[in-house]
């Protein structure tokens, strides 16, 4: 048909690529003075209310945790709780924290836990893993 295919120089937009660049850089620079992600994030319903519970290892260099939660069908974090590294429940090794979501059942969200530094640059968000069936089954 004649048309060009492909990303041709006089088809391109630069002044768009540049600041696809800067966004790109920008979030780049976010996440290298961030905290390192936590790990072995855990989430479970509470058994005395209508709250889920979430445990994760605590993250040395954090300042606090933003706790994110969204509809499963969401393409974003919609709700976030913000926890000062200070006030956090921690196991006797200090290194498992807990946090308790009031009014937000498991059933009904995803959760996950970012760290957060005290320029409040915030790592990416690490969500509990989704329960292996397989394993499950295999348990019987």
Do not use: H
């Not at 393409?75 to 000062?84: L, P, R, T």
């Not at 200090?94 to 836990?113: F, H, K, M, S």
Request: glycine share 8%; charged share 30%.
């Amino acid at each position: 048909d004649g048309r060009p295919y492909g990303d041709l120089p006089d088809f391109m937009d630069f002044d768009y690529m540049a600041r696809v660049a800067e966004v790109n850089a920008a979030c780049l620079a976010e996440l290298a003075s961030a905290p390192r992600p936590v790990s072995r994030v855990r989430v479970v319903g509470a058994r005395d209310a209508y709250d889920t519970l979430v445990s994760f290892n605590a993250v040395e260099g954090a300042t606090g945790y933003e706790i994110v939660w969204r509809d499963p069908a969401a393409a974003d974090w919609e709700f976030s709780q913000q926890v000062d590294a200070g006030r956090l429940r921690c196991d006797r090794r200090g290194n498992v924290a807990q946090v308790r979501l009031p009014g937000v059942c498991i059933d009904d969200v995803v959760v996950g836990v970012r760290s957060v530094a005290k320029s409040g640059a915030r790592s990416r968000a690490t969500s509990a893993p989704e329960p292996d069936n397989f394993s499950a089954r295999r348990r019987r």
